[in-house]
Structure formats: C-alpha cells, structure tokens
C-alpha cells in the first residue's frame, strides 16, 4: 500500500487520508467561504513546528487565524466555556480541532455551545440531553495527530466536571465533523510513550467493541480489522516508526472509533476513573487495565476470543492467549502492566470502584460487571 497516495473515504464523513494531506486545508476552508477559523488544540501541540506550520498556510492563503489552546490533559467544562468565549469574542466563522482526544472533545464541545446557550451539561446524553441539540452548529473540521482515540470521526464529546471530574457525554449527529484531514506524518514525530499509550487506547477500542453486547455486525467487522493492523504494527509504530506503520496505526484509530459506536465495555469504566482521581493518561489507563478486563470477559464469549486470537495470528486460539499477548505488547512497548506502576495504591481502591460503577461505558459490556467485580479487578492488577 502506498500511504504517500491521498484518498478519500466516506463513512460516513468524508475523511482525506495520507501523508502531507493536511496540505488541502487552506483551499478547503476558502472555497467554502469561511475566512476566520478557530483553531482547538491543547498546549503541548500548540507549540509543534507542525502546529504552527498550519497556521502559517492559513495566514497565507489570506485567512484570520484564532488558536484557543487552553484546556487539561482530561477536559473540564471551564475549558469549553472558555473556548465558546473567544470564538464569539474574536468573531470567528468554524472551526478546527487540531490534536488528539482531548483537543477533539474540546473542539467538538465548543461547536455545541456556540449556537446552544443552556448549561453545557443539559445536553448530556446520558439524561437524554441530546434531545436539545437542534440549532445550527459552526462548520467543523477534524485534525488528528495522534492515533488512538479516533475522535477525528466520531460525534461525541467527553468533558468532565470542573469540581467532582464526573465525566459526562455530549452528543448528537449534528457534531459529526464536515471533513477529516487525516495525515499519518503528524504523528511521525510523537514520543514512543505517547505512541504506546494512544496505540493501546485504540485497540481498546476495537477489543471492547467487538465484544459489546449489542449485535451489530458491522461493526464488529470493522473492529477485527482494526485489532489486525494494531496488532502488525503498534510495535513498529512505538520503536522504529515509519510511514506504514503509523499510517496503519492511524487508520486503526479511526476503525476503532467507528466500531465502537457499537459500546465499549468494563476496560473503560476501570480506566475512565484513573483519569478522573488521578489524571492518568486515558490509554495508559486503558493499556495497564486491557489484559485484566479482557481476562474477566472470556467467560461467555469463547467464540469471540477464538476469533480474535485467529486475528492476531496467536498460536492457541482461546482468551487466555489473547491476554498474554496483551500482557507482552505492553511489555513491548515499555508500558506498565501493574496499576501500582502507574500511580495507583491500595488506599485508592474503593474511591475507583465508585467511580468505576458509575461509568456509562460498563453496561455494554458482554457480562455484568457489579462493585465487588471492579473491586476485584483494580485489585488484581494492582
């Protein structure tokens, strides 16, 4: 496969795939009309010659470049009011989120408040706030440069309360993006940590979803295609990454953000509370809690794990090979496979198990999943 050839997919957002295509960018926005976007992107990639570089060939395509970059690791609801601030104080016309999950949440959160004036969290869609979303929303377009949670497609965003960090979702089809610019040399330069860790998060994403109770087909195709370019490529990607491997990587992150509208599962409702309590890495979380929630989930789904196994190309075709095989890419990537390597102690249990059974990933999950289970798992991975 030649990844230096651009190419179009709709699915059903039109998505521009291949290296050096953020190039169109400039052209796309003026033939659309829009003269003053506004650029979403967390502080970090602000600072990246690429980031700037974007800038600068707005600029010169004759475009009023506004760059609102102030928001947390894990987003809060300060960060998206503060954002829907300066795009209607510096008049801006769209709007272009520029990084990885938290700098899409953001993005995508402030296309909802801008022409959507109740409280932000009214439009939870876990109360059925979706139901409120039925203004126009700005014109809005998706820059990834990372690959892992895949939000550049997806049509949601997870922001958090500013004091208790519970997260809540924001939703609706009117969030989908109108174009995605999906340019695997944006991720050329990450660190191995953040390519481990955002890689992992992605094959969460296909693991859960293709596990997740709900029968759709579809998805849990997409999502075996997924697991099989991670799996190929995630380790090339992390210690001598090229254009194939992170191109593979990136369209993975993208196939995992498809399938799992299909749900996600108990990996998630362990791993979102780190993020809250602890301000853990969200696919660190996912990475260390991976092979311990996919353990717990065999029982019932045997076929499955056949088939994932047989996706991975794994010697015993059963769950528990498919575990160890989790356990081993996290050792691979240099990624802890103890909670308590990654920040968590014995006192923060219970807190997390609160949390954890609260979450609104864990109902589609393959089998319930009760207190004491979470309790259990947080436990054993400690």
Do not use: W
């Not at 789904?301 to 075709?317: H, Q």
């Not at 390597?341 to 990933?361: K, N, P, Q, S, Y």
Request: hydrophobic share 40%; with cysteine.
């Amino acid at each position: 496969m030649d990844f230096n050839t651009i190419r179009q997919y709709n699915f059903p957002t039109p998505i521009r795939f291949g290296a050096g295509v953020i190039k169109e960018l400039p052209d796309h926005l003026a033939a659309m009309g829009l003269t003053r976007p506004l650029l979403v992107t967390d502080p970090v990639v602000a600072e990246l010659d690429f980031f700037k570089a974007i800038g600068d060939s707005l600029r010169a395509r004759g475009l009023s470049v506004e760059v609102f970059s102030g928001i947390h690791k894990n987003p809060v609801k300060s960060d998206v009011l503060k954002g829907g601030d300066v795009y209607s104080a510096t008049e801006r016309d769209s709007i272009v989120g520029i990084g990885g999950g938290a700098a899409m949440d953001v993005a995508r959160a402030i296309v909802l408040r801008v022409n959507h004036r109740r409280d932000l969290f009214d439009y939870d869609d876990l109360i059925g706030g979706d139901v409120y979303v039925t203004g126009e929303v700005p014109y809005f377009v998706t820059v990834p440069t990372t690959s892992g949670t895949g939000s550049e497609v997806g049509r949601s965003a997870i922001i958090s309360e500013d004091e208790t960090h519970r997260k809540r979702i924001l939703f609706s089809p009117k969030l989908l993006a109108k174009m995605v610019y999906a340019d695997p040399l944006l991720t050329m330069d990450l660190p191995p940590f953040v390519t481990a860790a955002t890689g992992m998060d992605a094959l969460t994403h296909n693991l859960e979803a293709y596990l997740a109770k709900m029968y759709h087909p579809m998805c849990e195709g997409i999502a075996l295609e997924g697991i099989e370019l991670i799996n190929r490529s995630i380790g090339q990607a992390v210690n001598k990454p090229d254009l194939e491997s992170r191109s593979r990587m990136m369209i993975a992150s993208l196939m995992g953000a498809v399938a799992f509208q299909k749900g996600l599962g108990v990996v998630h409702s362990l791993a979102h509370p780190m993020s809250s309590l602890l301000d853990t890495h969200h696919g660190l979380a996912n990475a260390v809690n991976l092979p311990y929630g996919m353990r717990f989930n065999i029982a019932g789904s045997e076929e499955k794990f056949r088939r994932i196994a047989r996706t991975m190309g794994l010697g015993g075709e059963n769950g528990e090979a498919v575990v160890q095989r989790l356990f081993e890419l996290n050792g691979e990537l240099n990624l802890p496979i103890r909670l308590r390597d990654a920040g968590v102690r014995a006192e923060h249990i219970e807190t997390l198990a609160d949390l954890a059974i609260d979450d609104f990933a864990h109902p589609n999950n393959p089998k319930p999943v009760s207190r004491e289970d979470f309790k259990q798992l947080y436990g054993e991975a400690l």
